[in-house]
């Protein structure tokens, strides 16, 4: 056909494991093409934090340098319990600082060192510091004309389109902007640049987080002339003696075949709209349950199913098939929805997690991935899996509640479109959710005990370097507790989501398809979600899908690179 044509290697999908494989590979002499479903690139990866979990990395050296090796194997070994890979978790050790250096010396893509401690600092060979790092904020013109291809961010996360940094400095000062002076003028000025922006560019500019990350590796991969070909999905995978040869895609123009000399990456990002795959994995969905996934809708498992149809295996193995994410359904003003991910809300004092018979299940600091996790098991034999985030107005005017922004921003619009529940009494408020009213009730009374003098003393919050990260640092003497006091009292519902799957394609340590028998699909990778994780359905610390999934990129690039003959 007139739009086939031929290269080295064929990526498919535009997320960071997928650029991370296509930079890498191109680096090493390679000819590469990436493929992308969506008419914009960057997959989840640019409307995520952009945190990656390296540990030992150049910049982690620096903050932690008693950080070792034998401490984080340990790490892994305790988090990952009966899926613990030594081999996998070797290479990711052994390459994920040299990743980090690949990228900030020969690429666009640097880093900035974080304050995140891990998720369970607490656990044998967790540390309160040095093992995430974060995408550094990236100024989006240097895209040139393709600016316009950059996937924008998740609108649920931004305000007006502006961006903030997943590192805690940036939202402390909007948390402060009405009772700090140095507050104030960092938010004013914040606010004012990206007025500016909107009216320039119609878009923010300075793009933070995962903006950032899949903007920098865009650019770098544009540079080297890779091209990234959006609204392009890779169909099939075209098979000649057990081989992988390339794949078959809709075009702009049509039907095309892409012709591999040295293989394809699959890089589609996993499963997470794949809604009969997801119906069997979630155990919410599979008692009938309900499901937000903040997502790309075009991660449908393609590169699963491809993988699969050519003898690849994908069984559903983990306890926990995706990183589990609370979330709630927004409204917008123009009447369209979004999935908003509570990210923050959930560490800060005086907000309280309860199921609907009005009693607390979790340690609501803990990590969304743990609160997901135990909210699911908590919601067992009942056909719905929900909480609803409780405070009182003091706490909502503080900190804001889910999409509900702190005051003086105000809640109107969001108690009259559903969002925002309200309640004079806790009884009141028990009654316009549908939660046992005697239920939050007791709750709240003997959580009020521990909380004036700032304990928990039923779920422990505050109790890790990682619960108090994202809390509040001038509430003492606990970060993470404050009573549920004054009313109108408020709530918002909480339900289930993901930021992506954990489960996928079975794959060798480079990264080779494998079949059921163990045997590699020659020419077929897997990188990304699109490769069960290392972690076994764990989420160890921030950045645990990128940090992996760049660098086992990189590891199956060189590998490819290698097979190929190329120095
Ligand atoms: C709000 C949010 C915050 C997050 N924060 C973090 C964080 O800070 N750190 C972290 O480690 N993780 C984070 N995550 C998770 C992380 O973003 C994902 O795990 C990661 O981006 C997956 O990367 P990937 O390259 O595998 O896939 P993606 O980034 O999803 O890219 C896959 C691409 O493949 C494309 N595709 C699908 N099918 C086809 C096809 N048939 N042909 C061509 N293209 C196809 C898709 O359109 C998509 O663009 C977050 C997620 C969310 C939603």
Redesign the pocket.
Known sequence: MANDFEVDLVV?????????AAITAKKRGLDVVV????P??????????????IPLGPHGRKQNPADTREAVRRYMMEETGSYYDDAAVSAFLDNGPRMVEFFERETEVTFIPTLYPDYHPDVAGGVDIGRSI?AQPYDIRGLGKDMARL?PP?RT?TFIGMMFN?SNADLKHFFRATKSLTSFIYVAKRLANHIKELVLYQRAINVT??NAL?ARLAKSALDLGIPILTS????QILLENGRAVG?R?AGVGGEQRITARHGVVL????FPHDVKRIAQAYPHLARGGEHL????T??????VA?AEAVGGVADIRFKDAA?W?PVSKVTFGDGTTGVF?H?LDRYKPGVIGVLKNGQRFTNESNSYHDVGAALIRACEGQAETAMWLVCDKTTLGKYGLGYVKPSPMPIGRFIKNGYLFEGKTLADLARVTGMDAAGLEQTVREYNVGAVKGQDPEFGRGRTSFNRYLADPENQPNPCVAPVQTGPFYAVKVIMG????FDGIQTSVVGDVLKRDGTAIPGLYA?????ASIMGGNYPG??????P?MTF?YITAHHIADQAGLK
């Open positions: 498919v999908g535009s997320g960071a494991a997928g650029l991370s493929l992308e479903k969506e914009v690139f960057g997959g989840t990866t640019a409307l995520s934090g952009g945190v990656l979990w974060l996937k998740l996360i997943s987080s995962g899949a392009t999905p890779a169909q794949v895609a890089a589609c990002g996993g996934s903040p997502t790309p075009s991660n449908t498992g393609d590169g491809m990183a994410m991910p990210l993901d930021l992506g799957t990188v990304g979600n699109d490769r921030a950045g645990i899908t990128h940090g999934n990129g």
